[in-house]
Antibody, heavy 121, light 107 residues
Framework: EVQLVESGGGLVQPGGSLRLSCAAS????????MNWVRQAPGKGLEWVSYISSSGSTIYYADSVKGRFTISRDNAKNSLYLQMNSLRAEDTAVYYC??????????????WGQGTLVTVSS | VIWMTQSPSLLSASTGDRVTISCRMS??????LAWYQQKPGKAPELLIYAASTLQSGVPSRFSGSGSGTDFTLTISCLQSEDFATYYC?????????FGQGTKVEIK
């Protein structure tokens, strides 16, 4: 069974930092591309960042570029999101999501349960 | 950036109704579109990928259609467990983008 378990969320002051982790199990983590997606309270879904299976290709949403860093440790079956210079508008539930490659493109097929990040003084 | 317009934002319906949700792209994306269902306090779940392919385990009352810029999610006979929020998402190019969401509520 595919499982994605996020951790590391919490309350942080504006300008502060936080590191999110996602522990993967039930599949060969090193073979899959991964994403972070977030959802502000009462709002819709927003794609945040992508990382290839090897970690060699990375993309970010403009809203987080230069402040957030995605990484992975395939030996530990873990995905990370280092978040610096946090702003109130970064307050959201952050989801770790697996990407399934296919002949019809690569899409998200599994999501973690999410971890809440609250940026407030 | 590929912009997405999802409509309606709110849909009031009764059990047994046929409902349709629309998603329109600012540029063509072939069939690189997914639909997700999200219930309150839960993570989204994949319903449909490649615009019209049903994810394993998803009831056949759900169907997707379209290609290029216009896409539709149809629920043929609404069940009580289908009251939720639905999102379309394009995976044609980065940045990936989501529709604004459609909340299906009980009339």
């Amino acid at each position: 069974e595919v499982q994605l378990v996020e951790s590391g969320g919490g309350l942080v002051q504006p300008g502060g930092s936080l590191r999110l982790s996602c522990a993967a199990s039930g599949f060969t983590f090193s073979s899959y591309e991964m994403n972070w997606v977030r959802q502000a309270p009462g709002k819709g879904l927003e794609w945040v960042s992508y990382i290839s299976s090897s970690g060699s290709t990375i993309y970010y949403a403009d809203s987080v570029k230069g402040r957030f860093t995605i990484s992975r440790d395939n030996a530990k079956n873990s995905l990370y999101l280092q978040m610096n210079s946090l702003r109130a508008e970064d307050t959201a539930v952050y989801y770790c999501a697996r990407i399934l490659p296919s002949i019809v493109g690569a899409y998200i097929d599994y999501w973690g349960q999410g971890t809440l990040v609250t940026v407030s003084s | 950036v590929i912009w997405m317009t999802q409509s309606p934002s709110l849909l009031s319906a009764s059990t047994g109704d046929r409902v349709t949700i629309s998603c329109r792209m600012s540029q063509g994306i072939s069939s690189y579109l997914a639909w997700y269902q999200q219930k309150p306090g839960k993570a989204p779940e994949l319903l449909i990928y490649a615009a019209s392919t049903l994810q394993s385990g998803v009831p056949s009352r759900f169907s997707g259609s379209g290609s290029g810029t216009d896409f539709t999610l149809t629920i043929s006979c609404l069940q009580s467990e289908d009251f939720a929020t639905y999102y379309c998402q394009q995976y044609y190019s980065f940045p990936w983008t989501f529709g604004q969401g459609t909340k299906v509520e009980i009339k």
